[in-house]
């Protein structure tokens, strides 16, 4: 009959909601206590097994027994059978005595007294219990109170795991609450169940930095707060450097990260636009184009950038305009009309450029004419090159306030037209045996002298006669150096 069991120890397996410190040191906990435990079990199966096979059994005669038995009033005789069944009964207690010892080793290398001390605390219970009746020789009784603490211990076994996907919620829930002390412990007590487990060595890591990252998340936070966000960002960074997966210490870098970006993105606008007052398009430009790049897609530094262009574009038209006027004044057409015309690439539509490239290529033109007419005045002999000079004169005239080269080129082009409209004296000579003939006025035939009035240019006068080379013989004809006489001869023989 088993005595019954102690009503305050318990006789199911629980696992303590909270696992206190470790304070009491059972016997069972020291090293030393357990090997002798193991040894002293060993003796006694060599004892009961090994010795008696060793040591003379005493004899024991007819006489001596029934005196005994006559004087104690009981039998003594021998019971080989109830022996051998009280070896085998306490065989099968030490075997469960041995895998009770091996895995009461393997939890507490576990720190089961950390995390199941009450439960633990009965299978002590249960072991004295066993080992009380092993003294009293009653086997069976203490193979049932040591089966007792090995179930216990097998339940403990088995809920490890439970325990240990516990201990690493309860970690995780303090690392939340910023409780890094108790955060540590749940997590080291964790990696004793489980010394490879990953969640748990990452736990530890972090919680063992916690309490700096909060420091260096403080730290940050006033920098951002006082403003100096390039320092705040930079602290934020040492922060991640040491726990790379803190929530939040991922979203204040996210935050000062922004902070910093709006605030050079301001900055580079403002110089933007203060460079845009002053003219200076380029350094403008170069601001936009850098808040641009911190806020891509921004339409801000979008229309900023269009309306540098514009401004910059305007100028520039603007002092094409100019260019071109004062050009226009110095009577400089072709380079006027060049400054027009550059104004249209800028805008096409651009009213006074498209009139001014005009006015200023028709001037261009007339000026050309007007000094081509001027360097070859020969030329006017010719009666149409004569009516097309004096179309030429015409149309400068007709130009409302000409400048004073146009005025020269007019008074200079009509002394022209007049001198090439008055006819020059010239004298011819001969040996009248040439038959001479002047190009576009006609034959004069052999002659010794002759005379005509010729207009200003350039002639060619021909001779032949038969038995002779023909001569050709160019002349100028001009009222400001006439030439008295042009003679003209065959005689050189063929």
Known sequence: ?????????????????????????????????????????????????????????????????????????????????????????????????????????????????????????????????????????NFIDSAKYYQLGLDKLQELDSSSTQVLNKLLSQGQVF?????SINASQKFQLALAIDPENKAALKGLRRSETLDQVLALQTEALKHYQAGNLDQALAVIDKALSLDEDNTQSIADHSIYSLALTDQQYSEAMSQGYNALLKKQYANAESFFRQAARLKPGSSQASTALQNTADKQSLERVNKLHQQAKALEADELWSTARERYEAALKLDNNLIFARVGAIRSKAREELDNKIENALKAPQRLNDQIVFRNTEDLLKDAQSIQQPGKKLLLQ??????????????????????????????????????????????????IATGSRPGFRDVRLEFTVSAASPRTIIAIECNEPI
């Open 410 to 459: 007019i008074k200079t082009l009509q002394t022209t037209l007049a001198v090439a409209s008055q006819d020059v004296l010239v004298s011819f000579r001969s040996d009248n045996k040439t038959n001479v003939r002047i190009q576009r006025i006609g034959q004069l035939g052999s002659f010794e002298s002759q005379q005509l009035n010729l207009k200003p240019g350039v002639y």
């Open 175 to 179: 690392f939340l609450q910023k409780d």
């Open 1 to 137: 009959m088993i005595p019954e069991h102690n009503k305050d120890s318990p006789t199911q397996t629980s696992v303590e909601d909270d696992f206190p410190a470790y304070q009491y040191q059972s016997p069972l906990r020291q090293p030393w206590v357990r090997w002798s435990l193991v040894i002293l079990a060993l003796i006694a199966i060599a004892v009961f097994f090994w010795l008696p096979s060793y040591v003379e059994k005493p004899q024991i005669t007819t006489e001596e027994v029934f005196s005994k038995a006559s004087n104690n009033n009981y039998a003594t005789d021998a019971s080989p059978w109830l022996d051998a069944q009280l070896a085998k009964q306490r065989k099968a207690a030490q075997q469960i005595l041995a895998k009770l010892l091996d895995l009461q080793f393997a939890l507490e290398e576990k720190s089961v007294r950390q995390w199941a001390e009450t439960d633990f605390k009965s299978v002590e219970a249960f072991a004295v219990e066993g080992d009380n009746a092993y003294r009293s020789k």
